[in-house]
Nanobody
Framework: QVQLVESGGGLVQTGESLRLSCAAS???????????MGWYRQAPGKQRELVAS???????NYADSVKGRFTISRDNAKNTVYLQMNSLKPEDTAVYYCNTVTAFWAWGQGTQVTVSS
């Protein structure tokens, strides 16, 4: 059973940066590599939304709200996906999760990102 473990969140000020990591443990390299992975976020009182995705080959897609500020990447050898977040805004405050774009695996605990104004 694949377990997703997110890390790297924290409290930052507007304009600062964070880099999130998500490790998919117990996943074989092939299983991880063939999946399109995504970073999601859920703010208080809001639904979880997909903000970035990346194919096994490295093609990326972003929500308009983060385009130009966030960069998703992956290391298939480490079964890990990353989210570099620059120019953070208070509206980016949320719990961030990773999963396949079909949310196929069980959700991890997420990592809290708080951006103060």
């Amino acid at each position: 059973q694949v377990q997703l473990v997110e890390s790297g969140g924290g409290l930052v000020q507007t304009g600062e940066s964070l880099r999130l990591s998500c490790a998919a443990s117990a996943a074989s390299g092939m299983i991880f590599r063939i999946n399109v992975m995504g970073w999601y976020r859920q703010a208080p009182g809001k639904q979880r939304e997909l903000v970035a995705s990346i194919t096994g080959g490295g093609n990326t897609n972003y929500a308009d709200s983060v385009k130009g500020r966030f960069t998703i990447s992956r290391d298939n050898a480490k079964n890990t996906v990353y989210l570099q977040m620059n120019s953070l805004k208070p509206e980016d405050t949320a719990v961030y999760y990773c999963n396949t774009v079909t949310a196929f695996w069980a959700w991890g605990q997420g990592t809290q990102v708080t951006v103060s104004s």
